[in-house]
């Protein structure tokens, strides 16, 4: 029992943070609501009792991850870049741009568009890393203030030159159906994107742990200085992983786009970079934990949508429960005493010693 | 003259610039303080909306301004003592710590704005108490800078005083000796038996104390109601204008309010025919240029002093 604890103990440190993080969700609950009982069943069951509520338990876990896998990648080399909300955000509506203004067959179409939206992430996602690289700016900073910018340039572009003036309320044209991503179930609005998000992790988690660059990327963000002597050039690692970043994050805004919308409709951001960095958290910065990460995530997300459909509590309340979550989860000493005198105890053991 | 050139250099746009550069000067003096000590504190979004929301919360309920004021202070500066324990006890990066307090006051603010209004937007079915305006009797009859300087908000003085307070506690106190100490050198201070945690823990509580002010200011004094997410990056912008000013006190101000500046001319342009989104993102562009711009000079001053003979090479 011990063994197993000091050998997965991250994990159950994460699972302890959940569920404080849940318990206090509980706590809240019941101080708000007329009806706990009855809300509480909805928050943590909801997701799971219609067809339509799972599947966009899926469906919402798709942009959710790329984002994630976007954050982990700068975040394994310690760059605190946040851009993937601009990023995704901006290459969407440039894909979007892209999309509408262009007629191929859908075989190049799909991969084209996809590339104009993970490109111009990309490129956007690289500025903050471009800065701290040349000038040691700060990536955070930047990349927070450029999320505004990002943000303002892709309403503009979308609203001023891509509008549908006949749709009644403010969304781009629709793509042309060769730049859709097909629903292959019918009834929800399951679509071939999600396969690319799950590609994605397993294609980061190769690249991460399984190449000489992701090595290197690891190595930058575990001791920058020792990466140096090694002969890494951190210089160009610290603006790769940023790229990496906005590309995913580009590549996120848009599968969304392509897969359930097939219009540009985010007049307001719609926050999935934000997840990413929620996600990335409780995962560790770990391509394959990350999976797991966004599905809870997404569980939780539509578990608040129920929420405020069907009891009085609002949905935000899902907000709270996730940043008491990664809140927990970022205190290294949480929890660390106990696995200290666990560890001690292992080693007083007279088999241990032998 | 072009009419708005001459609204431009007219007294009421210094009036202006002032009234915006308050809600980005105080969280900036926030994070100043905090990044002196070396824990840099970039939650000050988060807790300007927790304090606001107390603040606007507690002022319409009791219809008491002091207890509104004690109401919101007390909000900023416990979230900032949370992020304190979170870093210093528990080992927390401080960063991420941020980012999840930031979180947390986005929720928390609109779970309470639904709970006593029963709306998601704004408080603006509450009628809230609002922070006197102040006439200064000498000053107002000052052709020029009386119309600038005179009628404000009582915060926005406050603002001005806070600067004031920021360079007496970092340059005339124990304390602000300790927290420079701390932060260009912690192993040093440590070995000369300075605390470190606590005097991090310190420079974080005032932190909180500038922020919560500056929340107060924004929902009881800059406007009289309180809506989700109403702060709209000016945290952010204050953790440009701290790293602009060199964390130090004029800096600060001064990068204040060019960024106060550049939003309110932001706002005198609204009414033309330019695209609103273009007018909306300058305060963000502006302040991202202004770092990379920053950053690039800091980075040639170092430079020139590693190269220059004798000095060490200390960068």
Redesign the interface.
Known sequence: MEKFVLKYFNLIRTVIAVLIGLVISIF?IYV?SKDPGFSLQQMLLGPFLSRSRFSSLIEGASPILLCGLAIAVAFQARQ?N?GAEGSLYLGAAVGTAFAVSTRMPAFLHIPLVLLVAAGVGAVWGALPGV?KA?????E???S???N??AY??G??LI??HFRDKEAGYLVSYQLPQTAWFQQFIPGTRMHWGILISLAGAVLVYLFLYHTTTGYEIRMTGFNEKFARFGGIDVLKIVVLCQLILGFLAGLGGMTEVMGIHRRFNWQAQPGYG?DG??VA?IGRNHPLLIIAASFFLSYLRVGGQVLNLMSDV?S?????I???I??LI?????L?RWRYRITVRQAERPEAAA | MNPLLKSIFSTEFGFAILRVTTPILLPALGVAISGLSGAVN?ALEGIMLASACAGVLVSAFTHSLLLALLAGIAVGVGMAALLGY?HI?????I???A???N??A???T??FL??TTGD?GSTSSLTSQVFPVLHIPLLRSIPMLGPILSGHNVLVYAALLAVLLYWLITFKTPLGLRIRAVGQNPDAARSVGINVNRTRMWALLLSGFFGALGGLYLCLGYVSWFGRNITA?RG??A??AA?LGSNMPMGTFFSSLLFGAVNALANYLAPLAV?S??I??IP??V??VA??V???R??RKRRRKIREPGSGGAA
């Open positions: 809240l708000v605190f946040v800065l040349k000038w040691q700016g700060s955070l900073v930047a927070l203030l450029l505004y910018v303002f340039l309403l503009y609203n001023f934000w960095v929620v958290i609002p935000e309340m899902i907000t709270v996730q940043s008491v990664i809140l970022t205190a290294e000493a949480f660390a | 970039i979170f006890k528990l080992k927390a990066d960063i991420l710590a980012i999840a307090l979180m947390f986005t929720g928390i609109i779970v639904f709970l998601k990056g952010w912008i953790v440009a790293s695209p989104e273009f909306q993102m963000y562009l302040a991202a770092l990379a920053y950053s690039a800091a980075m």
